[in-house]
């Protein structure tokens, strides 16, 4: 699996191998060994698993967690395709106010860590789209906040010819401008101290495990048997 550091701190893209043959493919969107070589730390402790299914055209986000408690994200794409964006909402933070993004797809099933305190968002470029959602907390509704998608001050890119599918919530969502004095942002610091924590929990003792293969018998369409 490989790994890259996005322009956000401490967001993260894994891509990892695929296995295909005659029957279809194999793959692991999560590895831990690569996770902790990567973040030099573990996982969090998962505390949910979330899908989202979307048709062409939804935007979904900017979506963030109140902090605290502060929610720490893995994410994948399981069908479909989506621009998905990673924009860091952290007061205090080196790279507050910028963002990156990751083309997310089944077929190489690239994956994004999201720190705590960093917002998400996606825009799905086909009908169907499946994204799956690794958490380090539960879904509160209170604790849920948005921020405006085409606020002209982050100037998040929307993929030619999509005619944008939003909801209310997201429709009416503040600028970062807005959200800033509202002091809705959460601060660098705090998410910090809070992503420790979630180390604290899960770290233990011992190295990481080797990195996952084909499972046996795969069967590659080459002839040869992984």
């Not at 279809?24 to 030099?40: E, H, I, W, Y």
């Not at 799956?132 to 539960?138: A, D, N, P, R, V």
């Not at 998410?191 to 420790?196: N, Q, T, V, W, Y």
């Amino acid at each position: 699996m490989k790994s890259r550091e996005l322009t956000v701190t401490g967001a993260l893209e894994f891509t990892p191998e695929v296995f295909r043959d005659s029957r279809g493919f194999f793959v692991s969107p999560f590895q831990k060994a690569a996770f902790v070589q990567a973040g030099g730390r573990p996982l969090f402790p998962v505390s949910q698993v979330s899908v989202s299914r979307s048709r062409l055209g939804v935007v979904r986000g900017v979506h963030f967690t109140a902090t605290p408690p502060g929610v720490a994200k893995y994410v994948y794409c399981a069908q479909g395709k989506a621009l998905d964006l990673v924009v860091d909402l952290r007061v205090g933070s080196p790279t507050f106010g910028t963002w990156d993004s990751v083309l997310l797809d089944q077929e190489d099933f690239r994956a994004v860590y999201l720190p705590v305190g960093v917002g998400h968002a996606y825009v799905a470029l086909h009908d169907d789209t499946v994204m799956s959602y690794t958490l380090s907390g539960s879904y509160v509704p209170e604790n849920e906040l948005a921020l405006s998608f085409f606020d002209p001050d982050l100037k998040l890119p929307l993929p030619d010819g999509i005619e944008p599918l939003v909801s209310e919530r997201d429709r009416v969502a503040p600028s970062l401008a807005e959200a800033a004095t509202q002091g809705l942002l959460p601060r660098y610091g705090r998410c910090l101290e809070i992503e420790a924590e979630l180390t604290a929990v899960c770290r233990t003792p011992g190295t990481p495990g080797a990195e996952p293969g084909a499972p046996a018998g795969f069967e590659s369409d080459s002839g040869s048997v992984t």
